[in-house]
């Protein structure tokens, strides 16, 4: 008997130790995932909600949603009490900074700040954004006209968030054209063509030390850095520097090198 108590005691100081440890790893090693530990083509984005970051509930023709409704009904505020007792009593702890009859009336002010939201996600190195348009904001009510000013504001919202895409299906389009031009009036006569030049430089001197155009950087990479990530960034613009290269190079020898040849 005593021996099965001493390996009951045993298994279960085990299982406590393996616990502490996953608790550990999971806490605290979050931080050390790059990049490389995910497989190739994974896109790294964010995603929100239009009620939970948008706010001007009242403003520009919105009308209520049924999360409006649903929040200043006290709802809301209902449910977060349910979910902090349900901590307080198994975990023994309370969540912070909760305060009674939440609401998305101000939210995170996206309707205001937009371009502010933006530059931070461009700045954290996102490649994707995924978001929601407000139904009572487009068409208040549901039905019948469009609502102007909620429509200007998801054309400016988008607007800004392509601005911010440097490398994007236009810009490799655009240069296969501008390749396309350089082939047709000056193949008959160039025998060796070279797509980008110097793209080594381009890509370190303008995404990671910011000592060329555009200049951008980060810390410690660099020090005069007020916009950029030197970690994400250069590899960005090597991986679409080789996509433009790749385009304009099937088109030269789609269209171009055998006539040129001749």
Known sequence: MMMLQNLQSNFSFLVLIFSIQWLLVTVFCVDNYSRGDFPPGFVFGAGTSAYQVEGAAFEDGRTPSIWDTFAHAGFVSQIFSILLLYCHMNFKFLLPGFSGGANGDIACDVYHKYKDDVQLMVDTGLEAYKFSISWSRLIPGGRGPVNPKGLQ????????????????????????????????????RVMYWTTINEANTYAIGGYDNGFAPPGRCSLPFAVNCSRGNSS????????????????????????????ILI
């Open 232 to 259: 994400t960034e250069p590899y960005m613009v090597v991986h679409n520097t080789l996509l433009v290269h790749s385009s304009a190079m099937k088109l030269y020898r789609r269209n171009y090198k055998v006539k």
């Open 153 to 188: 504001f998801y054309n400016n919202y988008i607007d800004e968030l392509i601005s911010h895409v440097e490398f994007s299906f236009d810009f490799r389009k655009d240069f296969t054209a501008y390749a396309e031009v350089c082939f047709k009036e000056f193949g008959d």
